[in-house]
Every structure is written in structure tokens, then in C-alpha cells.
């Protein structure tokens, strides 16, 4: 009896790891970007955080990532008029956890500026970046109701059904 439910149980498995592995494949991935803020400057004074920033686009669900010296600099997040005057006396956010290496999550699609008190935002250190939803995915052409034989390729289905029926196959064979 043991060897017939290793029989049906090693059909069963194969065709489960099949499934699996096309649903994976269908699944797209998400993540967000994690941008070094000015890149290999890091945060630090006399970089021009605007010219840095202006050809990027920050999503939601991307993160900042401030490198700096712990000992001289913080990261302080201020409302806009707070940025224009670099008043650092109320931040709305101290990101500052002393290591020098922190870390912001934007969860929110809005405006962020980021400053560097102790006197360091007249030296440069201010960043403003507005943060939006990622766009659409792009849609699908059209297409063409004529096409040989009858028979459309749609979406990203007919790699995984090819293997599903390919397994199907190879489980009913072995089960004969």
C-alpha cells in the first residue's frame, strides 16, 4: 500500500509545484526605490540637493537614505516656509538617530523638504522632493481579431497554462 500512495502522491506534488510555479510567474514585482541622497556626496554641505533630486521621481513606497557625519549634521524634515528660510527651530520630524545613516519612508504622496540644522542648510544641505503614485501599468494593445488561425495571445497566461498541462500530462501518465 506504500507504494501506491508514493504513486499518486508524487503525481499530485508535481502537478501542485507546477501551479505554484506559474502563479509566481504571474505575479508581478513591487518594491520601492531605496535613493542614496546625493548619491556617492551623501548628505553634506556645498551639494546642490535641487540639481541632485531633479531628475528623479519619487513614488510612494520609496525610501531616502542620509549618509553623513553623525558628529557634525542632522536630518530634519520642516514645512515649506521652514525650508525657504532654513528655520530648523521646529522641525515637523527629526529623522536624526545619531549613526548617521537614517533612513525615510515615504508613505505619503506630498510635498517633503529636509533641511540639515546647525547652520548647515545655508551651505546647501536642504532637499525638496514631491512624492506621487507610481503610474498606471501600461495597457495592452489591441489586438487584431484576425489573426492566423484564430487563436490570441493574451497577457501572461500562456507560458504558465502551457507548464500546468504539460505536468497534468506527465502526472497522468505516471499514474497510468
Known sequence: MEGVSRGILSPIMVVVVALIFSMAVMVPEVS???WIVGANMGWSANVNYTIWAQDKKFYYDDWLFFVYDRNQMDVLEVNKTDYDACNADHPLH???????????????????YFISGKGFCFSGMKLAIR??????P??????????PGGFTY??????????AIGAL???FIHFL
Open 138 to 147: 501600461p495597457t495592452a494593445a489591441p489586438s487584431k481579431s484576425d489573426a
Open 154 to 163: 493574451r497577457g501572461h497566461y500562456v507560458l504558465p497554462v502551457v507548464f
Open 32 to 34: 520601492g526605490t531605496r
Open 94 to 112: 527629526n529623522y536624526t538617530t545619531g549613526a548617521g545613516r537614517d533612513v525615510v519612508h515615504l508613505n505619503v504622496t506630498r510635498h517633503y
Open 169 to 171: 500530462w506527465d502526472a
Open 131 to 136: 512624492v506621487q503614485n507610481l503610474p498606471p
